[in-house]
């Protein structure tokens, strides 16, 4: 069973976790000791910066390793800082870049149609997922924020990840049951028999294996799934079947 992270990071942000991956090779140190096969990477200076340049720069510093597979931050269209979608589909072409990540909080614009809809259609055409990270909104808004723009975009691979400790079935159940796309990043999803309940319910091509580092220790999430009640078939998707079918599926 090879294990593939969808959400993990390297940087020094302002306001650093207890241990961050503050280089590329810090971040290959933790991959390595938790056993990470590939590992989906953002950087922080994506959020804290400025992705016109810290884009390029994740993309550099994955390409020391062919585990590490580069993901980028979007912007709006708009202001011409990414350049057109065209451009900037062409560009991720040319870096091998297959997933994106949304920040609308910290980038300040508007996750919609209006405002990203270009980008999200050809996303949804070519099959490129696109991640938001659960602090982005608190409470149940960024489920709100996921359940508009998957009525806009049903086709689109949306997935939201660092889950924390608390369960929050209430706002993502309803949608895995209207959207096929939406899915969860694993991170601190701890609710006793929540793993085996949402494979039973939804299929466990709905959950990816995510270990929100460094917020998250990397170990916690992989051994909450391996111990997890379901069949080596199921666990087999979550740990990395799933995001490794998802890459593979991209059109660019």
Known sequence: MELWDCNCCYGLPKKPPVAPAETIADLLREIDRAGIARALVRGASQWEQSPEVAN?????????????????????????????????????????????????????????????????????????????????????????????????????????CAHGSWGEDRYFRPLMERYPNFRVGTSRYELDGGIEDICRSYGPERLLLGTNFP??????????????????????????????????????
Request: net charge negative; hydrophobic share 45%; glycine share 8%.
């Open 56 to 160: 390029l720069l994740v993309s550099e510093d994955c390409a020391s390793d062919e585990r590490l597979i580069p993901s980028w931050a979007i912007l709006p269209p708009q202001t011409g800082e990414l350049g057109t979608v065209e451009e900037f589909l062409a560009a991720m072409r040319k870096a091998g870049v297959r997933a994106l990540w949304a920040y609308p909080e910290k980038h300040r614009y508007v996750l919609n149609a209006t405002t990203m809809g270009g980008l999200l259609e050809e996303a949804s055409d070519r099959g490129i997922p696109l991640f938001i990270d659960r602090r982005e909104v608190p409470g149940s808004g960024l489920y709100a924020l996921a359940d508009s723009v998957l009525r806009d975009f049903p086709r689109l691979r949306l997935c939201i």
């Open 215 to 252: 917020e998250t220790p990397m170990g916690g999430p992989i051994l909450t799934l391996l111990h997890a009640a379901i069949s080596d078939a199921d666990r087999e998707l979550i740990a990395g079947g799933n995001l490794r079918r998802i890459l593979e599926e991209v059109r660019l």
